[in-house]
């Protein structure tokens, strides 16, 4: 099965690198031209750093009487609010605004600083609608940490998310890559992308020795599209919540479940 009814469980070694939750809207235009001090103001007891990037976007090719020309449009300013630790991270831009931590441990822990942000912002841009809602649970699971080094993915993760190393005849070492990715519709509004395989830690930190354990990515983003009214927000991420769950439940096998040590 693809998902599972298996109760939420607390997991004391958990393998989760990170999770990030977009909300998309139409532009707002005073986002690039104003400074969004009166929305720091807010929020910033909980993000007191404050870095701004400019996101490049991709350059735009046009031909002009049989010649080719590339123009590069204007950089977009994200306002990066960061929390005193690192570890939480809040971006604003004219087109989404967005949180995320490579430190959870729980829904109620993210929603709760979650709240305020979203709040504020929906106070003071007043968003006509919201086109995406999104979250996204990147998980890594490790065997060295979980203490199942030589345990084969099969014993691990469930068919559906194993590609050819569900075949008794495929060894992990003499394959390069195996990867199933698929987009599918978990009710009438809500769908998940999903990529699961084996890969790698890429380490951002500059002189970090580089992690050479192949890990097994489960990369779940979950989402809801259309002209949704900004008052379902809160209520759309509940349901999200609630499908990411039961993904991850159904992509565990016992083994890995009990290893992972569910209070």
């Known amino acids: 099965m693809l998902r599972s009814n298996h109760p939420r469980e607390h997991f004391n070694t958990p393998q989760l690198r990170e999770v990030i939750c977009q909300i998309r809207f139409p532009a707002i235009l005073s986002i690039d031209t104003k400074e969004p001090a009166d929305f720091q103001e807010t929020i910033r007891a909980a993000f007191p750093r404050y870095v701004l990037h400019q996101d490049r976007q ?16 204007p950089t977009i300013p994200n306002h990066n609010f960061i929390s005193a630790d690192n570890k939480w991270k809040l ?17 109620e822990d993210f929603g709760q600083r979650l709240d305020l942000p979203l709040a504020q912002f929906l106070k003071l841009y007043q968003p006509a609608f919201l086109q ?105 991420l509940e349901t999200l919540h609630g499908h990411a769950t039961s993904l991850f439940q159904g992509a565990v096998t016992d083994k890995l479940r009990r290893a992972m040590d569910p209070d």
């Open 58 to 73: 991709p350059p735009k090719l046009t031909v002009v009487n049989g010649s080719t020309q590339v123009t590069n449009p």
């Open 91 to 107: 971006n604003l831009t004219r087109d989404f605004i967005s949180l995320s931590t490579l430190a959870y441990t729980s829904w």
């Open 132 to 236: 995406r809602i999104g979250l996204r649970y990147i998980n890594m699971i490790s065997r060295q940490a979980l203490e199942l080094e030589g345990e084969p993915w099969s014993e691990l993760i469930e068919e559906p998310y194993l590609g050819i190393f569900s075949q008794e005849d495929v060894s992990e070492t003499a394959t390069r890559q195996s990867t199933v990715d698929f987009d599918t519709a978990l009710d009438s509004s809500c769908r998940a992308k999903v990529h699961a395989g084996p890969g790698m830690v890429k380490q951002n930190t500059p002189n970090a020795p580089a992690d050479k354990e192949v890990k097994f990515v489960l990369d779940f983003d979950l989402y809801m599209a259309g002209e949704i009214q900004p008052m379902l927000a809160a209520g759309a």
